[in-house]
């Protein structure tokens, strides 16, 4: 099973939107507090998110505390505009978690730093700044689940 990490998000529909990237890929969402919305069923259900209930999905109080609740052998992918590596060349395995940042800053320069070696980016042309968070984790997560399955 694929991870997918999304620290701080900040726009509903991108959430929603990655669930259902997730639910139909069997992959395990992760939200990393603080969020820029409200995840209750209520919420959910005015949102149109009827399907989110089957989505495999966790709330963590900071990275930190997913990071300790995961397997010493775990590997981590940090997607960022801020390194050369496309996330193509990376070779995923079962239990993976690909990290993603805010829509506004993306991951912190600190966290970027400490795992350079382990930063990922989708190649794009110079005046495109950046990509949706939704797209950019369909993006990572099927190439994730092609390497892996060779299809859904």
Not at 37 to 54: M, P
Not at 107 to 112: C, I, Q
Request: charged letters at 25%.
């Amino acid at each position: 099973m694929l991870h997918v990490v999304l620290v701080e998000p900040e726009i509903p529909p991108n959430t929603g939107n990655i669930g259902r990237l997730c639910l139909a890929t069997d992959s395990h969402l992760h939200l990393v507090k603080p969020l820029g919305f409200d995840i209750s069923d209520r919420a959910l259900k005015r949102a149109g998110l009827d399907y989110w209930k089957d989505v495999r999905v966790s709330v963590w109080e900071s990275l930190a505390d997913l990071q300790a609740a995961q397997p010493a052998e775990a590997r981590y992918f940090y997607l960022t505009t801020k390194t050369q590596r496309p996330y193509w060349e990376a070779r995923f395995g079962d239990g993976d978690l690909l990290v993603f940042g805010r829509e506004t800053k993306g991951l912190p320069e600190s966290l970027l730093e400490q795992h350079r070696d382990h930063t990922l980016t989708i190649p794009m042309t110079p005046q495109t700044r950046s990509l949706n968070l939704a797209t950019s984790v369909g993006i990572v997560l099927y190439e994730a689940v092609r390497q892996l399955r060779g299809n859904v």
